[in-house]
């Protein structure tokens, strides 16, 4: 098992989340960490949001966040079509683990990936940033591993760990990383279909998971029930695949007669009511690994 810890690798012009945005907010007080964080996660939204870097706070006292086990080798990648989305589970291994971050002291346990997609190359992400949508969103979903299981971490709090990873259609050519997801989703047209992948086509997240910070916030699920379990990861850069990798999705049937494609699962933005603070985290998680 292999363990990534998240460090500056990009340059500036590399990344959108460089040295070169505003510093909206004053950084907090180190004394402050160990305060702020349970607090902050009490608070929660309806997701998916629009986010803007100028809106978040930014924060440098997280503990590196670390994804381990996400991009190695081994046991069996599973992809199943369930009639609205493509879904990637992992069996007879090790399951990969989120810790460090905004997470506090838990560890959250992957459950599964699936991706939010549109009937065109400009509408299928769910959460909009600095008002750009982008032609796909994939969600690797995580259960905060003292509540056991998916299903009772659910309606917790503190249950859930989304990473949120935006992907984006260009004329270019296709992301060979990417193709282990794609050739499977062409296998899966049929609902109810399952089909085997490779066990590492995860390694297109690297990518934008090197970037030098993220947003966090506390907010749902985008599909039933909506619970607000969830804390968001969402990294600001995106991945860059072939026109025709996304279409792929597109060519997933949603019904047993095979008259209708999955176009659409796309939940719109959220806006959050009067009452509720709606609380972006810009996240430095580098600083303490340098
Ligand atoms: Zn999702």
């Given at each position: 098992m292999t363990t990534m810890v998240l460090s500056p690798g990009l340059t500036k012009s590399e990344c959108i989340c460089s040295d070169d945005h505003p510093k909206p907010a004053a950084p907090l007080e180190e004394e402050d960490a160990h305060i702020i964080v349970p607090e902050w996660r009490l608070q929660k939204v309806q997701s998916p949001i629009e986010l803007n870097h100028d809106d978040s706070n930014e924060y440098d006292h997280f503990e590196p966040l670390e994804?381990?086990?996400h991009w190695d080798?081994?046991?069996?990648a599973t992809f199943n079509n369930n009639g609205y989305t493509a879904?990637?589970?992992?069996?007879?291994?090790?399951?990969?683990?989120l810790v460090g971050g905004p997470l506090h002291d838990d560890h959250y346990v992957f459950e599964q990936l699936h991706f939010h997609w549109s009937d065109d190359d400009h509408s299928g992400c769910?959460?909009?940033?600095?008002?750009?949508?982008y032609s796909m969103e994939a969600h690797a979903v995580h259960f905060n591993r003292k509540y056991g299981n998916f299903k009772d971490a659910l309606?917790?709090?503190?249950?859930?760990?989304?990473?949120?990873?935006?992907i984006h259609a260009t004329d270019d050519d296709e992301h060979p990383c990417f193709n282990k997801i794609t050739e499977g989703v062409q296998r899966i047209q049929k609902i109810n279909s399952s089909t085997e992948v490779a066990s590492d086509c995860l390694t297109w997240m690297t990518e934008a998971a090197e970037c030098k910070?993220?947003?966090?916030?506390?907010?749902?699920?985008?599909?039933?029930?909506?619970?607000?379990?969830v804390t968001w990861i969402l990294y600001p850069k995106p991945i860059h695949v072939s026109r025709e990798q996304v279409a792929h999705f597109r060519e997933m049937k949603s019904t047993p007669c095979e008259t209708f494609n999955i176009l659409k699962n796309v939940r719109p933005v959220q806006t959050p009511p009067p009452h509720k603070k709606l609380d972006i985290i810009y996240a430095r998680s580098h600083r303490k690994s340098e």
């Open positions: 994804f381990h086990g080798q081994g046991g069996k879904t990637l589970r992992f069996e007879d291994r090790e399951l990969p683990l769910e959460h909009i940033f600095e008002g750009k949508a309606d917790k709090h503190d249950g859930l760990a989304v990473v949120a990873f935006f910070g993220y947003y966090t916030y506390q907010g749902s699920l985008t599909t039933e029930p909506y619970t607000e379990s």
